[in-house]
């Protein structure tokens, strides 16, 4: 019998189901992996000990049913609960206490499964590295002086690590497929509106979305399940059906014409890493192999991601972020003379400098003189970026190409050179703009120094069309062995 922390989730579920483990002693072997690896990572801030052990009781007792009955995940830290903290990672949310739980969450613990704890991201998911955090930076599994990627580092390293065999991430540009890719793990974002924000802190809340992190895609299927969905508290939620994702990876696809695969060439850059073109060579060769026909699509807008991007993120943050005064919630300077004094030195003293950055820079281009000079034309950039992949989609039943240009960073490489680490979301931030779904599969490893580290692959897909991307998915992991290895920490 296999050590429960080796199991995947689906395998675990079973295994409890079948009784031939308990919810107790999966949650404990968990608990225990956490008490040994999390000093070295810092993947979780908050631990809910007693409350996982009670829950996985009851699982045990028959009181909590469902499919994912007994277990074990982590949540980002920027989920509300109605209990413990939820801090997103930020001295401004130190000791804020939510009122209600995400929807997510929620949706998650009926379904019966057991939440261990919160982990370490980005401040306010605003970041590539989850070192822009003050609740210290999350190392990766691969190699602790390597960053984990970000935002959502302490779920990719929770998992990648064995704390944990699924995590819930948030990905606004890419935080859940780049440190996905950074650690090895299978990240998943859906399509905008396909999972409630309700709960979930904002960023940016036109590409904000809830997904996952695994250590495969049938996992990923069956998480997604029971998080997805309308949900009436949460407007932008669509009210679209939800698929059976687990039937659709494991069962053999539906006999419906030759599968296309787009292979867009702006993705395609000399800038990437070796390990990343040999990572498409192989891709490209192991999909023809099955028959699909790989054709060449273009996205000409690709270039424009970027500064589209950090423009409507840092105007929606800076909105977003304004509610954070010192006043009703979070963060309250003793210091301050007057009222403007308390709102500006709550701020002062409760964010950090990346979360002052993009405040300052998204009150700047929503600013009456440059409103149409910055955020109306990237509006217009982002309607463009969306055409391209309609008009791709005509072409392809999905996108194949590098989740990032190369595997994760050492520690402290970038944190002194903002634009830097924006870069590393070339290939995740228009997925968000153009709100599709997008998946990070492990895709193999880059030998760097004297360390192995991994590089992603990544599959996006029409709007709604989880099941689709789901299922490719499903079938590069069967054409390669990537998804097996496991860092030398485990
Ligand atoms: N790294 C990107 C940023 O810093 C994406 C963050 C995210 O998806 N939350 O904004």
């Not at 991201?121 to 990627?149: I, L, Q, R």
């Amino acid at each position: 019998m296999p050590h429960a922390t080796d199991l995947s989730l689906l395998q675990l579920r079973d295994a409890i189901a079948r009784r031939s483990l308990s919810a107790v002693e999966a949650t404990t072997a968990y608990l225990d992996r956490i008490d040994q690896l999390n000093p070295r990572l810092n993947a979780l801030h908050e631990v809910y000990r007693q409350r996982a052990l009670r829950h996985a009781g009851q699982v045990d007792a028959g009181e909590i049913t469902g499919p994912l009955a007994g277990v074990p995940v982590v949540i980002k830290d920027n989920m509300c609960t109605d209990y413990g903290h939820t801090t997103c990672s930020s001295k401004m949310l130190a000791d804020f206490a939510a009122p209600y739980t995400a929807t997510a969450v929620t949706r998650l613990e009926e379904a019966g499964a057991i939440v261990l704890g919160k982990s370490v991201m980005d401040e306010f998911a605003m970041g590539s590295s989850t070192e822009h955090s003050a609740c210290g930076v999350v190392k990766n599994p691969w190699a602790t002086d390597y960053v984990p990627g970000g935002s959502s580092g302490g779920s990719a390293a929770a998992v990648a690590g064995g704390l944990a065999p699924a995590a819930l991430g948030s990905d606004t540009g890419g935080s859940i497929r780049q440190p996905a890719a950074l650690t090895g793990t299978v990240g998943l974002k859906p399509t905008y509106g396909r999972v409630s924000r309700w709960g979930l802190v904002a960023f940016a809340s036109s590409l904000d979305q809830i997904g996952t992190f695994t250590r495969d895609v049938e996992d990923a299927a069956l998480l997604l399940g029971v998080i997805a969905g309308h949900d009436p508290l949460d407007s932008t939620s669509a009210n679209e059906p939800v698929d059976d994702y687990l039937v659709a990876v494991t069962t053999p696809p539906p006999a419906d014409g030759k599968l296309r695969i787009g292979l867009p060439r702006e993705y395609l850059s000399d800038a990437n890493h070796p390990a990343v073109a040999t990572m498409m060579e192989e891709a490209i060769a192991a999909f023809t192999g099955t028959g699909a026909e790989v054709v060449d699509v273009s996205l000409p807008h690709t270039q424009y991601g970027i500064p589209t991007y950090y423009i409507v993120c840092t105007a929606e943050a800076s909105s977003n972020l304004a509610r954070y005064d010192g006043v009703r919630y979070g963060h309250r300077s003793d210091k301050a003379e007057d009222l403007i004094d308390l709102y500006s030195r709550s701020r002062a003293e409760g964010f950090g400098p990346e979360v002052k950055r993009r405040i300052m820079l998204g009150t700047y281009a929503l600013s009456s003189g440059y409103y149409d000079a910055y955020y109306l034309r990237a509006l217009k950039a982002r309607r463009l970026i969306k055409g391209d992949f309609d008009a791709a989609f005509a072409k392809c039943d999905v996108i194949l190409c590098p989740t990032t240009t190369g595997p994760a960073f050492k520690l402290g490489a970038k944190t002194d050179d903002p634009l830097t680490m924006y870069l590393n979301d070339v290939y995740t931030v228009n997925c968000n703009l153009a709100g599709l779904p997008g998946i990070s599969l492990p895709g193999g490893l880059a030998k760097v120094d004297d360390v192995n580290l991994p590089v992603g692959l990544q599959l996006m897909g029409p709007a709604f069309a989880e099941a689709k991307l789901l299922r490719v998915a499903k079938l590069y992991q069967s054409l390669t062995e990537h998804h097996l290895q496991r860092p030398p920490v485990m």
